[in-house]
Nanobody
Framework: QVQLVESGGGLVRAGGSLRLSCVAS????????MDWYRQTPGKQRELVAL???????YYADSVKGRFTISRDNAKNTVYLQMNSLKPEDTAGYYC?????????WGQGTQVTVSS
C-alpha cells in the first residue's frame, strides 16, 4: 500500500510561483517513477511532469521551461516548482506513482492563478 500526500497549492497572481510537494509512504520510494498530473472540471487528468527513479525528467509542452520536477529520496518527497504561472495553469494537481503494477494517487492540491 502506498500513500501520497500533496501540499503547497494556493492562490497566486499570474507570473507568480508555487512549489508543490508530495510525500510518499508505504513503498520503496527511490525505485518509483513519480508523476504530477493536473485536472480541471470536465476535463481529463493530464500529465504535467514525470521524474524517473534514475532522475531523468519529462515535461508537457505547456509547462516546459516554467515547471521543474525534482525528488529527494531521503525525504520520500517529490516536488513541482512552478514559475511564471498563467491562469490556464489553474487546476487540481495530483501526485501519482505505480508500485507493483498498481497505480496510486494523492488527494490533490488546488492551484488557482488569477489574471
Amino acid at each position: 500500500q502506498v500513500q501520497l500526500v500533496e501540499s503547497g497549492g494556493g492562490l497566486v497572481r499570474a507570473g507568480g510561483s508555487l512549489r508543490l510537494s508530495c510525500v510518499a509512504s508505504g513503498s520503496i520510494f527511490s525505485i518509483n517513477d513519480m508523476d504530477w498530473y493536473r485536472q480541471t472540471p470536465g476535463k481529463q487528468r493530464e500529465l504535467v511532469a514525470l521524474i524517473f527513479s534514475g532522475g531523468g525528467t519529462y515535461y508537457a509542452d505547456s509547462v516546459k521551461g516554467r515547471f521543474t520536477i525534482s525528488r529527494d529520496n531521503a525525504k520520500n518527497t517529490v516536488y513541482l516548482q512552478m514559475n511564471s504561472l498563467k491562469p490556464e495553469d489553474t487546476a487540481g494537481y495530483y501526485c501519482h506513482t505505480v508500485a507493483s503494477r498498481v497505480g496510486y494517487w494523492g488527494q490533490g492540491t488546488q492551484v488557482t492563478v488569477s489574471s
